[in-house]
């Protein structure tokens, strides 16, 4: 799909750059738009440029079908060639797109059941464990959930006795940005849809994660959400330091979170290949054992699969893309 990106990415940028575009495309931004990949979009940002990544490809989900329809049709070995080949490729997109209906175009069937693999974004937990160290210090969890709208970040006690502790994973495919690119400024951002606690203070803590796939969570996942200082991943279950962790108010429901991130947590992103964060609540940071009815905390954040996609989980990125400035192509910024 990244190929079909970059062949029709003039079409593309025109679709993005006007309002009927950018409300099919959901892109809220106002500011000119200078690249548009499967999973982000790129502006203009004064002398850098700002790329808005998400965790799972939103904007080829909503083109695929149309990019392919184009490429069919042009294809120099389609039949009726000479009817199809000096069709406008942009009205062909708006066509296909369902921006325009032009009846010069054909209908295209193609299956769209096997058009995206599931976003890896979700929880890995340990769960109805009989001590606080066991759900906290184990390698393993022993349950996920990659494919709910909303999960959740947990540290609590139902009974005396039954323990769980659950961590959030987020990859998300940075790899466009390339090894030539400067970071100077990123955000994370999440939304969280439930109140937190509901047993004193609660806040979410920002870490890198490592988990072993990118598309669906493992419950080997479940040390490898927050790297320990000095020890590396697979140790995170072992202290109560995390590298880089970035510390934010969960108290109230409905509400748009963004990290700002140090240094450390820039380092996480990748230039060349997937980001992986995750969010450890603060019980679970700090290694606190839960009480039951006075000291548990909780708070559910939505995840990629969330019918609305304003606010998906993404990296927001400031970057220069060493002298590249027009548009992109995959690895390639011109």
């Known amino acids: 799909m990244k190929d079909l990106f970059y062949k029709y990415q003039p079409q593309l940028l025109k679709l993005a750059n006007n309002r009927f575009g950018r409300k099919f495309l959901e892109i809220e931004s106002k500011n000119k738009i200078v690249g548009l ?76 059941d096997t058009f995206f693999a599931g976003a890896g974004d979700g929880t890995v937990a340990r769960t109805d464990v009989s001590t606080w160290s066991n759900a906290h210090d184990t390698a393993a969890g022993d349950e996920t959930d990659d494919t709910s709208t909303v999960t959740n970040c947990r540290a609590a006690v139902n009974v005396p006795g039954n323990y769980w502790c659950d961590r959030m994973i987020f990859p998300i495919d940075t790899s466009a940005l390339t090894a030539a690119a400067t970071i100077s400024s990123a955000d994370f951002k999440f939304y969280q849809d439930g109140a937190g606690g509901p047993f004193g203070a609660t806040s979410f803590g920002v870490v890198e994660s490592n988990p072993a796939a990118t598309n669906n969570i493992e419950v080997g996942d479940f040390d490898e959400v927050g790297e320990s200082a000095g020890s590396g991943f697979g140790n995170a279950k072992n202290t109560d330091i995390i590298e880089g962790a970035t510390r934010l108010s969960a108290t109230t429901a409905n509400t748009a979170h963004t990290a700002a991130l140090d240094a450390t947590g820039i380092g996480f992103i990748s230039l060349t290949a997937f980001s992986k964060f995750g969010l450890r609540i603060n019980l679970d940071l700090d290694n606190t054992t839960p009480v039951q009815a006075s000291l548990e905390v909780s708070a559910s954040v939505r995840c990629s699969e969330y019918a609305a996609t304003e606010f998906d989980p993404n990296l927001f990125i400031t970057f220069s893309a060493g002298g590249a400035r027009r548009y992109y192509a995959p690895g390639i910024w011109r």
């Open 37 to 112: 990949l499967p999973n982000a979009y790129i502006v203009e940002k004064g002398n850098k440029l700002a790329g808005t990544f998400r965790g799972y490809s939103l904007y080829a989900k909503k083109l695929r079908y149309a990019l392919t329809a184009i490429d069919l049709i042009k294809n120099p070995q389609v039949r009726r060639k000479d009817k199809y080949q000096g069709l406008p490729t942009y009205q062909g997109l708006l066509n296909y797109v369902g921006l325009l209906k032009d009846n010069r175009f054909p209908l295209v069937m193609l299956d769209t």
